[in-house]
């Protein structure tokens, strides 16, 4: 009897889900158990995505994907090990039908594009914003879309992992300016009220329980802001303010 414990297999299966179409075989992978597959694994992936930008993600379950496509909830499991895999899918799967525009010469045009690009994106499917917790993220799709961010930010003097961190820094900042504009499409959507209305209609209140406060400063910054916006915030406005000045860093701690 070997004193050697049996080695659990880790390796994610996701990650050859993810690299079929690229892999030395190009081959959709094999059923494990089932029936021969009647759809594909990309109409799988397409069905899931669709209902997300329906319904949102917390829509996107195993069964409702199968019935998408017309399968059992057990026949899906033959295409994709879980929920989480099948996430994976679906945010690479996006991501490469995102067209990767060439990139300008100016460089702030470049670092603008980078976060300009992953606005649209979010905007187009707010549920990405939604994806937590799932690994990984070394899809073909993303793997290009990181060359093509890094593309964007090369021969600015930046060390290799300045490059990578102010990927990281542009990305990030689009997501919050995304996620922004979707909580208040949300709150829009549950109240039946615009921003604006809903200021309109607590102006009163608010003076009301506020009455004695003492907020000079935002006062006089939030009146300002809320005559620039007819609302409370304007993500728009934000993202090319932030933008600019993110960017200005960028352009003034380079070497080039």
């Known amino acids: 009897m070997s004193d ?38 990309d109409e799988v992936v397409d069905a899931a995505i ?25 026949t899906l499991y033959s295409y994709v090990p879980n929920r989480d895999a099948l996430l994976v899918l679906m945010v690479d799967q996006v991501v490469g039908r995102t067209e990767l525009p060439k990139l300008p010469e100016s460089p702030r045009e470049r670092l603008a594009l980078v976060a300009e690009l ?17 690994r990984p993220w070394l899809g073909p799709n993303m793997s290009d879309r990181y060359e093509w961010h890094l593309h964007a ?25 995304a996620r922004s504009e979707h909580v208040k499409r949300l709150a829009e959507r549950a109240t039946g009220m615009t921003e604006s209305q809903w200021w309109e ?9 506020m009455a004695g406060s003492d907020y000079p400063l935002a006062g ?29 860093g960028v352009l003034a701690h380079a070497r080039p």
């Open 153 to 177: 930010v090369d021969g600015l003097g930046l060390s290799d992992l300045e490059m990578d961190q102010t990927v990281a820094v542009l990305v990030g900042f689009a997501a919050s300016i």
């Open 4 to 41: 050697v414990p049996d080695q659990q297999d880790l390796s994610d299966p996701s990650l050859r889900l993810l690299w079929r179409h690229r892999s030395a075989a190009k081959e959709e992978p094999t059923a494990r158990r089932g029936p021969k597959q009647k759809v594909s694994l």
């Open 118 to 134: 992953q606005v649209a994106e979010l905007r187009a499917h707010p549920w990405l914003l939604d994806v937590h917790d799932v």
């Open 220 to 248: 006089r910054v939030g009146a300002a802001a809320g005559e620039a916006y007819q609302a409370a915030s304007d993500p728009a406005s934000e993202l090319d303010y932030g933008l600019a000045r993110i960017i200005d």
């Open 50 to 74: 669709a209902l997300a930008d329906d319904q949102g993600l917390a829509a996107v379950t195993m069964r409702a994907t199968a019935q998408q496509v017309g399968l059992g909830a057990m």
């Open 201 to 209: 209609a607590n102006y009163e209140t608010l003076n009301e329980v």
